[in-house]
């Protein structure tokens, strides 16, 4: 395995669903689940977590596009409640199939492009206490 890398967008790359380092391997091995490594080059996804983050940008997506169609289809269609919920929900059910895996691998290459890691504590003052 080579030790360079040409670099690879973390844009390109999560919204392909593949490596960060490389931009080959896939990176799920299911619809969310994440592989232990990249069968490419090898890279070890296993202290890759995007969190809740990828969630909470679908949820401010889709919510506000959901209530939008729900607004045109009942004020602007005439379409009975019940028809603009059902038209919404489903707005809604595709929107964050189609959202949630691409933001999740953005967020995963975007932390091994940004080298982000746990939270250390530095010892400011020079005394050796954290």
């Excluded at 679908?58 to 289809?73: P, R």
């Excluded at 967020?107 to 890691?117: E, M, T």
Aim: charged share 15%; glycine share 12%.
């Amino acid at each position: 395995m080579p030790s360079y890398y040409p670099p690879v967008s973390p844009y390109a790359a999560g919204l392909a669903g593949r490596c960060p380092r490389c931009g080959q391997g896939a990176l799920f091995s299911t619809f969310l689940g994440v592989r232990d490594s990249c069968e490419a080059c090898g890279l070890d996804y296993s202290s890759s977590d995007a969190g809740d983050g990828p969630a909470v940008f679908v949820i401010f997506i889709v919510g506000f596009v959901a209530v939008l169609i729900a607004f045109v289809t009942r004020f602007s269609w005439g379409l009975p409640i019940l028809g603009a919920f059902a038209i919404s929900s489903f707005a809604a059910i595709g929107l964050t199939l189609l959202l949630l895996r691409p933001l999740k691998a953005t967020l995963i290459a975007l932390q091994f492009h940004n080298k982000s890691g746990e939270g250390r504590q530095v010892d400011r003052d020079g005394d050796g206490a954290a």
